[in-house]
């Protein structure tokens, strides 16, 4: 039975994490996932030299001093993505399934609130708490 | 605000609900009660905009009345109101 895993070994936030077989994914005990303090200090190590890297690969484009790469033709070359990450899974994204709950019965107050859904409604209020 | 702003508003706001449930069927299309909103909102909004032609005039070009000219020029365009 093939099974793939992350190229580094483990998936990038140390947490309970699962391994994919080709006859689909394999839950590791919780134990086995549970990351221990010890682990926890080497998780929180990691990824601090993760976002240094991150730092330091991206550089300032402005600054004058970060080397942009030249294509033969003397055009500069578009970003197609870094490797300094090689090795780490891509982001993974999630969304929870919405329901048909928490409807505005009354229209008018639906259209000044620009969504149908309270559970959508978020005011954009940058710095205010609801 | 006049009657006729008013039954704009109306069928303005149907048309946002009917937008809004139509986007949930997207990911829910067997989903009965928003099945049966969005007709509840397109009997709404059908009704609304029947009555608002029938007063004020052609609301869109399909709502136009061709029987005598063409009334989408010759009547204040909604935009008007």
Redesign the interface.
């Known amino acids: 039975m093939m099974e793939y895993r992350n190229p580094a070994g483990t998936d990038a936030v140390g947490m309970a994490a699962e391994s994919v077989t080709s006859d689909g994914p394999v839950s590791r005990p919780f134990s086995e996932g549970r990351p221990d303090r010890r682990a926890s200090g080497r998780r929180a190590r990691r990824m601090n030299r993760m976002q240094e890297n991150t730092f330091r690969a991206a550089g300032d484009p402005d600054d004058g001093q970060t080397p942009v790469p030249i294509a033969e033709d003397g055009q500069e070359e578009a970003y197609c993505g870094g490797d300094f990450l090689a090795g780490y899974s891509l982001a993974m994204a999630y969304f929870p399934d919405?329901d048909?709950a928490g409807?505005y019965e009354d229209?008018?107050a639906?259209?000044r609130q620009g969504?149908?859904?309270a559970a959508l409604d978020f005011p954009f209020c940058p710095g205010c708490r609801r | 605000m006049n009657e006729r702003q008013k039954l704009l508003q109306k069928i303005q706001a149907c048309c946002f609900v009917l937008t809004e449930t139509g986007l949930y069927l997207d990911t829910h299309p067997s989903c009965r009660k928003a099945l049966r909103y969005f007709e509840k909102y397109r009997r709404m909004r059908d009704e609304a905009v029947r009555q608002y032609e029938q007063r004020y005039g052609a609301l869109t070009y399909t709502g136009a009345d061709t029987a005598n000219g063409w009334n989408w020029v010759t009547e204040p365009f909604p935009w008007e109101a």
């Open positions: 919405q048909w409807i229209e008018a639906a259209l969504t149908l859904f």
